[in-house]
């Protein structure tokens, strides 16, 4: 089993690495194409990973979270549009879930009110804004049940 770093503030990628108890030389003998330097660098933040290599990390590791958090936290464009996932129990997921729908279902009828005309008004606008809240949650919980899924089916 490797020694674990004493080192606070690890990446992710270095937490995972060291849950699995994988050196950085036997966790390169997984990777196949990433050497043990290339690793050392990543999870230093000497440089970053590129995308591929979180893909791989992410199959090998059996962590599909890290593809969520590089998109979400270090590619320039995810940064702006990817929220970040945090993991969560099924259960967590499926009651926060089935509060977002309930939720939208009240508020169905106001999203039908506010568009039907194609036009959102400006006394409509903090309703709208209030709808499309609650549909992004909805879409957060999507993607965390499918984080989920992929860790654990």
């Not at 936290?73 to 702006?80: D, H, P, S």
């Not at 009240?106 to 606008?125: A, H, N, P, Y």
């Amino acid at each position: 089993m490797a020694r674990a770093s004493i080192k606070e503030n690890k990446t992710i990628y270095q937490q995972k690495r060291e849950e699995l108890g994988l050196s950085r030389e036997k966790a390169a003998e997984l990777l196949q194409y990433i050497t043990p330097e290339r690793i050392e660098r990543i999870e230093s933040r000497k440089t970053n990973a590129n995308p591929d290599e979180v893909v791989l990390m992410a199959k090998k590791y059996n962590c599909p979270y890290l593809c969520n958090h590089f998109c979400s936290n270090e590619c320039a464009i995810g940064k702006q549009y990817v929220p970040e996932i945090k993991a969560k129990d099924l259960s967590q997921i499926i009651l926060e879930m089935l509060a977002s729908l309930n939720s939208m279902q009240r508020k169905q009828e106001r999203l039908i009110e506010i568009t039907s005309d194609g036009v959102i008004e400006k006394e409509e606008i903090h309703d709208f804004l209030a709808i499309q809240n609650e549909l992004e949650k909805i879409s957060v919980t999507v993607e965390t049940l499918q984080l989920w899924a992929e860790q654990n089916i």
